[in-house]
């Protein structure tokens, strides 16, 4: 991708609430989208992707999310938040072509859950 | 199966001294891309290995960084000499060819005093 915003840096929400955190691209042509999680001492894991077919993916830990190309958007969706899902998520993207590209990543959401 | 390796996991360096950061990626993956987090920005692209070729390194800053993967397998990167701003988390990530995912390493915290 040749940008990725996350526009919310921190997002509180109470143990057991939905959270939403929100991701948008910006390409002019076909993408390939990631979330990433980082936990606290740890390395980014991959979370979902979305590369095509079904807009709405789902991943680990019951997160999903939805491609929607006329919003450009990607946001990460969980019904109900532990507190084990404290951590700092990571939206990235890369371009569809040939090759494996280097990723394109937002400046990270940290999941603040509260008790 | 042992996941991307990096190491040290933390570095504390003086200005004008030289460091070398190493990766080791999952056995058999033939891309191997180095990222950095500068403290408050994203995570940003240094450059990517095809096996010991050096596919993109548009992202590196400037040729005080030397990245290297002698065949193939485990890759460096060296920064000399090192600079304040160099601060950050490095990454290390590796896939197989053909493969859409990237596995990270824990990242190596380089502080430049």
């Known amino acids: 991708a040749q940008s990725v915003t996350q526009l919310d840096s921190q997002v509180p929400v109470f143990e057991e609430a939905p959270v939403e955190l929100r991701c948008n691209y910006s390409s002019s042509v076909s993408v390939y989208l990631f979330w990433y999680v980082q936990y606290p001492n740890q390395g980014l894991q991959l979370l979902l992707k979305y590369l095509s077919g079904s807009t709405l993916v789902k991943g680990i830990n019951g997160f999903e999310a939805e491609f929607n190309k006329s919003q450009t958007s990607f946001h990460l969706r969980k019904p109900s938040v532990h507190i084990s899902d404290t951590a700092e998520y990571f939206c990235?993207?890369?371009?569809?072509?040939?090759?494996?590209?280097?990723?394109?990543f937002g400046k990270g959401t940290h999941l603040i859950i509260q008790p | 199966e042992a996941g991307v390796t990096q190491f040290p996991s933390h570095s504390v360096i003086e200005k004008g001294q030289t460091v070398t950061l190493r990766c080791d990626p999952i056995?058999?993956?033939?891309?191997l891309y180095w990222y950095r987090r500068v403290m408050g920005k994203e995570i940003k692209f240094l450059l990517h290995f095809v096996k010991e070729s050096k596919q993109d390194e548009s992202g590196m800053p400037n040729n005080r960084f030397l990245a290297e993967r002698t065949g193939g397998t485990y890759s460096t990167l060296k920064v000399q000499p090192a600079e304040l701003e160099d601060s950050g988390v490095y990454f290390c990530?590796?896939?197989?060819?053909?493969?859409?995912?990237?596995?990270f390493g824990q990242g190596t915290r380089l502080t430049v005093v």
């Open positions: 990235a993207g890369v371009l569809v072509r040939g090759g494996a590209d280097g990723l394109t």
């Open positions: 990530a590796s896939s197989a060819q053909g493969d859409t995912e990237a596995f």
């Open positions: 056995s058999g993956h033939d891309n």
